[in-house]
Every structure is written in structure tokens, then in C-alpha cells.
């Protein structure tokens, strides 16, 4: 690590607590006048850092800016174990990672970014990504098991937010099938899992699961289009937010990912699955058939009862559900 990234550390494991320059020199090993340098590259980041005469400089509490420090230091026992990329601004995380996977990145490695300017949806849509008000990452992993399985993958990440939301926020989060978070009624997370397939044993080389968290309403509101499905966790800022968020969904998705035939993952998501027993729309390409919504079985497959009585059990993919109006 550079003299600024220590700098930070130190911050981030001493927020609220001022520290003299004099200190943070010789605990980094550097000059005051580094120090100095290094203060003023973390505020022209966004850092909120205090400076008083006798008392040394201090990281604001409230300070909501995403960082590797900041991440790390909630992610417990994983700490170390995780590499994490941490950017201002990127195209997509999920492409950041695919050309990480090219380069042979190893298994939980971790894009994350303040932005999108070609943040990804279901479908081929995009995900709307402003500028300090979400967070966007998505987590490569190299897991052995068959493209059927896939789905997992998406429905763990789906526990894993809909958890670390209601543990920080105290608000229950729901799961529409198979892969948005909400809450009140609205979206407040967006999932997309993309993989690479092997052709010589049909497996997959890799996946990454690209997670997109509305943690606050962007300023002057969700544009028109989504203004009345999309939601965020809070309307107002909230100390070290994003970076709770990150080290909190990392951490409960590894977790997840170690055993995704868990019992335990299914319940979390049975319990959480949105308009059980109601009627739904599905949307398979130019078909269109109501239904009522029963549950998912034990695969994740969405199992609804047709008007006749009949059951049926739909898979993911090209599919889209909406409640009946």
C-alpha cells in the first residue's frame, strides 16, 4: 500500500478519534509533509477529514465514501481473503471482472463502484447507476457445478442482500422471483449473474454475480421510467452506509456460497418470496398466461397453479413476472 491507502486504514479503524500528523508519521513511517499530501489526495476523493491545531486530523464519522479500507474492515474473518478493486467510476463491475476472469483473477475477487456509466439489468436492460448514491459490485467466483445450477448463485446473493438490508436498516426486505430486492413494494436491489462455459466438460469456468444496491435516492429522484418501481434502502445519508452494505453482503454471500444446497438458504428465501398466493403474470417471449404463485421448489424453479388447477413449474431465464393489477 501507498502512503495514502495506510493513511486511510488508519482513518477507517480510528473514525471520530483525531490523530496527531506528528503520530501518523511515525506510525506510517513517512514525513508530516507526506501526510499532508496524503490528507489533501483523500479529501479531493470525497473524504470528509477534519484539521484542528494541537489535535491532528480526524475522519468524519458520517463520511459515506467507498474505499478498500473501508470495505475490509467489516469484512470479519474474510478480511485478507478478499481482493477487492475498488473504483470511483466504472463502465460495469460485472465487466471489470470478465476481464479479471480472462487475466486468471482467483475466486472472490471484487469489483465495487460509486458509478456505472453502463450498469447492467436482466434482459439486456441497463441499471440505472448513479454517482454516490448506490453501491455496484459484483463478486467472480469459479464454482464446480453445471449450468443448471446457476441459478443458485443468484438466489444466495439474493438472501445474502435481503439480510445484510434488514440487519443494517431494520426494514423487511422481500424477494420477487428470481432476483430483485424490495422493499415497500420496490426495488431496491438488482441482480444479474453472467458465466463462462467450458465446451469440454459443459461446466462453468466462472461466473460473476454483479450486485446493484440503491442505498439512497439519488439527488432530485429515480427518473421518470422507474419512479415508480424503484426504491432505496434510506432517503438520507447514514454513516459509512455503502461500505457496511459491501463488507456485510460479501461476507453473508461467501457464507451462502459454501453450501448452496443449504436447507437454511431455501427457507431464508421461501420466507422472503414476494405475492405467495396471489395472482401473477408470466411473460415467456410473445406468451403471456395467469396464475396463481404457490412457492418455489427445491431447485428454485417458481411453482404456480393455472386457472384450470393445474400446477406448473417455471424455470428462469427469458422470463418475466408481474403481480396482477
Known amino acids: 500500500m501507498n502512503t495514502k491507502e495506510k493513511l486511510l486504514s488508519l482513518f477507517e479503524n480510528s473514525r471520530g478519534t483525531y490523530i496527531s500528523g506528528e503520530e501518523i508519521a511515525e506510525r506510517l513511517g513517512c ?3 507526506a501526510v499532508w499530501k496524503a490528507v489533501n489526495a483523500l479529501r479531493g476523493e470525497g473524504h470528509s477529514i477534519s484539521a484542528v491545531t494541537n489535535k491532528g486530523y480526524c475522519l468524519d464519522p458520517a463520511s459515506d465514501v467507498l474505499s478498500q479500507a ?15 478493486d475498488v473504483r470511483k467510476s466504472v463502465d460495469s463491475t460485472n465487466n471489470v471482472l470478465r476481464e479479471l476472469a480472462a487475466k486468471n483473477a482467483p475466486e472472490g475477487t471484487v469489483s465495487i463502484a460509486g458509478m456505472q456509466t453502463g450498469g447492467k439489468g436482466r434482459l439486456g436492460r441497463s441499471f440505472f447507476s448513479p454517482q454516490d448514491s448506490g453501491l455496484y459490485m459484483s463478486i467472480l467466483l469459479r464454482p464446480e457445478m453445471s449450468a ?24 423487511k426486505a422481500a424477494i420477487k422471483w428470481v432476483n430483485d430486492v424490495r422493499i415497500g413494494g420496490k426495488k431496491i436491489c438488482g441482480i444479474l449473474t453472467e458465466a463462462s462455459f467450458s465446451l469440454e466438460n459443459g461446466g462453468l469456468e466462472y461466473a460473476v454475480v454483479g450486485i446493484g444496491v440503491n442505498a439512497y435516492e439519488p439527488e432530485g429522484g429515480f427518473p421518470e421510467e422507474i419512479r415508480d418501481i424503484a426504491g432505496a434502502v434510506f432517503t438520507e445519508h447514514r454513516e459509512d452506509l455503502r461500505c457496511r452494505l459491501a463488507g456485510g453482503i460479501i461476507t453473508r454471500f461467501m457464507e451462502l456460497y459454501r453450501d448452496l444446497s443449504s436447507e437454511d438458504m431455501l427457507k431464508a428465501y421461501r420466507s422472503r418470496l414476494e405475492w405467495k398466493d396471489e395472482q401473477i403474470r408470466v411473460i415467456r417471449g410473445t406468451e403471456e398466461f395467469e396464475c396463481t404463485l404457490i412457492d418455489v421448489d427445491d431447485a428454485y424453479a417458481l411453482k404456480v397453479r393455472l386457472n384450470d388447477g393445474s400446477e406448473q413449474l417455471v424455470s428462469s431465464g427469458e422470463i418475466t413476472i408481474r403481480r396482477k393489477k
Open 70 to 84: 473501508g470495505v475490509e474492515k467489516y469484512l470479519g474473518s474474510l478480511a485478507g481473503k478478499i481482493t477487492l
Open 31 to 33: 514525513s508530516r509533509a
Open 148 to 171: 443448471l445450477d446457476a441459478v443458485r448463485i443468484t438466489t444466495a446473493a439474493a438472501v445474502a442482500v435481503a439480510e445484510t438490508v434488514e440487519d443494517i436498516s431494520g426494514k
